[in-house]
C-alpha cells in the first residue's frame, strides 16, 4: 500500500524559505497528483497546492506567490518551497496523495517552526 | 471560493450514542466532490467518506455521509471509545480547488 511521508527542516528563520520533500514508498509515484496541506496548531486544515506527476501544477491563490513545488519521479519525491516566510507559517505540513477528488494517503506529517 | 460551514463545533455524546454532524456549503455542489475525514490527536486526517456517500474501504460500517447541494451530514450509528476525534468535511473545486470545513469535535460527554 502507498504511503508518503514529508521530511525536512524543523526551523525555518523569517523571510526565508520553506522547503520540504515527500517521499513516496511501496508504488510508483507515476499518474497521481500530490498535495501539500498545512494546519497551524489547534487549527484547521489549509489546502497549499498540488503536482501532477507530468508537471503541472495548481495552488492556492492565497499562497501562489510565495509557493512552488517541483517533483522528481526518479526519486519518488516531490517537493514544497515556500518563500519570505513568517510566523503565520508556523504549522504540521502534510503531503497526501489525490484520489479523483478527496486525499489518500496522508503523511504523518512535519512540523515546521518560523522562529529567529 | 466555496465555503464550508461545519456544527456543531463540539458535539459532546457518551459511547454507545449516535452522532450526526453537519456541513454546509456556501453553494450548491456536486455530491461527487464532498469528503470527510477523521483526525485524532497527533496524527494526520484519515478519509472516511468520499462522493458524499460512499465509505472507504475498511471503514466501519457505522460511518455514514449523506447530503446533497448544500447540505451534508456524517452520521455515526453508535460511538465506539476510538470515534471521538476531529471531523472535517473537504470540497474539492472552485477557485480554491481544496477547501476544508472548520471541523467538528467529537468529544465524550
Known amino acids: 500500500q502507498v504511503q508518503v511521508q514529508a521530511s525536512g527542516p524543523g526551523l525555518v528563520k523569517p523571510s526565508e524559505t520553506l522547503s520540504l520533500t515527500c517521499t513516496v514508498s511501496?508504488?510508483?509515484?507515476?499518474?497521481?497528483?500530490y498535495s501539500w496541506v498545512r494546519q497551524p496548531a489547534g487549527k484547521g486544515l489549509e489546502w497549499i497546492g498540488r503536482?501532477?506527476?507530468?508537471?503541472?501544477?495548481d495552488y492556492n491563490p492565497s499562497l501562489k506567490s510565495r509557493v512552488t513545488m517541483s517533483i522528481d519521479t526518479s526519486k519518488n519525491q516531490f517537493s514544497l518551497k515556500m518563500t519570505s516566510v513568517t510566523a503565520a507559517d508556523t504549522a504540521v505540513y502534510y503531503c497526501?496523495?489525490?484520489?479523483?477528488?478527496?486525499?489518500?494517503?496522508w503523511g504523518q506529517g512535519t512540523l515546521v517552526t518560523v522562529s529567529s | 471560493e466555496i465555503v464550508l460551514t461545519q456544527s456543531p463545533g463540539t458535539l459532546s455524546l457518551s459511547p454507545g450514542e449516535r452522532a450526526t454532524l453537519s456541513c454546509r456549503a456556501s453553494?450548491?455542489?456536486?455530491?461527487?466532490?464532498l469528503a470527510w475525514y477523521q483526525q485524532k490527536p497527533g496524527q494526520a486526517p484519515r478519509v472516511l467518506i468520499y462522493g458524499a456517500t460512499s465509505r472507504v474501504t475498511g471503514i466501519p460500517d457505522r460511518f455514514s455521509g449523506s447530503g446533497s447541494g448544500t447540505d451534508f451530514s456524517l452520521t455515526i450509528s453508535r460511538l465506539e471509545p476510538e470515534d471521538f476525534a476531529v471531523y472535517y468535511c473537504?470540497?474539492?473545486?472552485?477557485?480554491?480547488?481544496?477547501?476544508f470545513g472548520p471541523g467538528t469535535k467529537v468529544d465524550v460527554k
Open positions: 511501496r508504488g510508483s509515484i507515476s499518474t497521481y497528483y
Open positions: 473537504q470540497h474539492y473545486g472552485g477557485s480554491v480547488l481544496f477547501t
Open positions: 503536482m501532477y506527476t507530468g508537471g503541472n501544477t
Open positions: 453553494q450548491t455542489i456536486s455530491s461527487s466532490n
Open positions: 497526501a496523495r489525490e484520489l479523483t477528488s478527496w486525499f489518500d494517503p
